[in-house]
């Protein structure tokens, strides 16, 4: 997430953290503060921050901002605009900051990102094989190298297709190559996609949770057998 980050960005948000870490242990020659120390990322319990940040602020959104901003701004945005945690959003917490913080608000959001995609589960039980994997592959119907977007999963025709996060159904269609497929919109616009369906278990427009069923697997559209075609995008 610090990827993006110039030199001075990092040792300014390390630096942030710090203070937002519980002190440090007294060594031989005296205490050492977070604020008078180098920026040491391993020094942080950084877990143990962000679950002291949720419980003052009220959402994970919130929580992140206040661990990449500081909870100051993250407290006079919230005075400001007088809304419960649930309905501060980012995007509104971002009309009430300075244009400094609103860069830096560009690390919470890939923050959230990446936690919605960490916290993805798998859509079929892990006993089943990847196939074919994510990238350039030769194609095994048209014969040439093609960018794959996402993995085969090798299942039979029939299995349970679930959910890997919460979302809501954005796309059910049908086509040559994919077959019958399913598009799922989960938090911070992560989308999960599934191809070559027997059976759609959802509507457009629906709201799914984790684990539920929203599909069955399938050899519809472009295949050389039944499969489940999974992509994350």
Not at 43 to 61: E, H, I, M, N, P
Not at 159 to 179: I, S
């Amino acid at each position: 997430m610090l990827s993006r980050a110039s030199d001075k960005e990092r040792l300014v948000l390390l630096n942030r953290w710090l203070a937002l870490a519980p002190p440090r242990r007294p060594v031989a020659e005296g205490v050492l503060s977070p604020v008078d120390t180098a920026p040491l990322p391993e020094a942080l319990d950084l877990l143990a921050t962000l679950r002291g940040l949720y419980a003052t602020q009220g959402s994970r959104d919130l929580a992140l901002a206040a661990f990449f901003l500081g909870p100051e701004p993250v407290e006079r945005a919230r005075t400001r605009l007088k809304l419960p945690p649930e309905r501060l959003s980012l995007e509104k917490l971002a009309t009430r900051l300075t244009a400094r913080e609103r860069r830096t608000l560009r690390y919470v959001r890939e923050a959230r990102t990446q936690a919605i995609l960490y916290g993805l589960t798998w859509p079929v039980e892990r006993t089943w094989r990847l196939t074919s994997r994510f990238g350039s592959r030769l194609h095994p119907i048209l014969g040439k190298e093609i960018n794959h977007r996402g993995v085969d999963i090798g299942v039979p025709e029939g299995t349970p297709v679930r959910a890997p996060a919460d979302g809501v159904v954005v796309g059910v269609r049908e086509g040559k190559v994919n077959g019958q497929s399913l598009e799922l919109l989960h938090e911070a616009g992560v989308r999960t996609l599934y191809c070559h369906l027997s059976l759609v278990e959802v509507k457009q427009g629906q709201k799914v949770q984790a684990g539920e069923l929203v599909a069955r697997s399938g050899e519809t559209g472009r295949v050389t057998g039944p499969h489940l075609h999974y992509q994350v995008q």
